[in-house]
């Protein structure tokens, strides 16, 4: 009887791990969960990146801070993910990464999914209708496309015991078995009871309004640093860090050392854009 249930259970549990998929059908990248090894960072101090959203001048300015501070060519820097669209710059900001790319990571956020697949159908038809808010991708170039549809959903940083994501993760689920659109959009966690499993199951949510915030879940150990909310601002939990401090609304860009001599030390630079009304 035991060993029937166990079949059940595990024909039950399989459909919800088959999540390499995401809700855009967007290509996946060749890797989804990229891992940075010591040895890859080596001499160099981190520093983690909050939403850029096309921010060019914010971006320039805090690069330079970073640099000041550890030393030039002395920083690799980890964005959050959002690298484009609001913002006055898409194209800027993904040519400049890329110019970088020995010294630059970064995780795939809901407006860079949006753009790889706006872009992607205009690459298929180049009469296909694309709105304001994606005209940029008619001037992306197969190597500025290529360099979005490379970004992994998490970077892993494991000699700092530290994880990268767009979004949010949902606490207790192995990576390989996290929904991708969660960690490109949620921002709360709901319990949702299912009739197929004894225990109240985890959802993720893009809504403020409904559960908890997930970084109020989160256990640890690995600390995560994250973007997406920039509604909440600046998040310090225990075991997570929220950067997302609006930029492309007129709050700022942020980022924050995570190793060496700066470690635990914030950057700041106050927006050019104007300031969105409540």
């Not at 998929?21 to 989804?32: A, D, K, S, T």
């Not at 929220?242 to 930029?247: A, F, N, Q, S």
Request: with cysteine; aromatic share 8%; net charge neutral.
């Amino acid at each position: 009887m035991g060993a029937l249930i166990s079949v059940i259970w595990s024909l039950l549990i399989k459909p919800r791990n088959c999540v390499r998929r995401n809700l855009q059908n967007n290509p996946l990248p060749e890797v989804c969960h990229l891992c940075i090894e010591e040895r890859h960072i080596a001499g160099q101090q981190v520093c983690v990146v909050g939403d850029v959203h096309g921010c060019i001048d914010e971006l320039s300015e805090l690069i330079a801070e970073a640099e000041k501070k550890a030393g030039h060519g002395k920083v690799v820097f980890v964005f959050v993910g959002d690298l484009v669209n609001r913002g006055p710059s898409s194209v800027g900001v993904v040519r400049k990464l890329r110019a970088m790319s020995s010294r630059v990571y970064a995780v795939r956020g809901n407006h860079d999914e949006s753009a790889i697949r706006e872009a992607r159908k205009f690459r298929e038809d180049n009469n296909y209708i694309l709105s304001e808010k994606y005209f940029w991708v008619k001037y992306i170039e197969n190597e500025d496309f290529a360099f979005l549809n490379s970004l992994p959903y998490t970077i892993s940083l494991p000699s700092l015991n530290a994880l990268v994501v767009h979004a949010g993760l949902i606490p207790g689920v192995d990576l390989e078995n996290q929904i991708l659109n969660d960690m490109t959009n949620m921002r709360n966690i709901v319990h949702q009871d299912d009739p197929f499993f004894p225990v109240p199951v985890l959802k993720g949510t893009n809504l403020h309004g409904q559960g908890d915030p997930w970084v109020s879940l989160w256990p640890g150990p690995q600390h995560v640093y994250f973007g997406h909310d920039a509604r909440r601002g600046m998040q310090r939990a225990r075991y997570a860090t929220g950067l997302d401090t609006g930029c492309c609304h007129g709050g700022a860009l942020t980022g924050v050392f995570i190793s060496g001599p700066c470690s635990g030390e914030f950057i700041t630079i106050p927006s050019k854009q104007p300031r969105a009304h409540a």
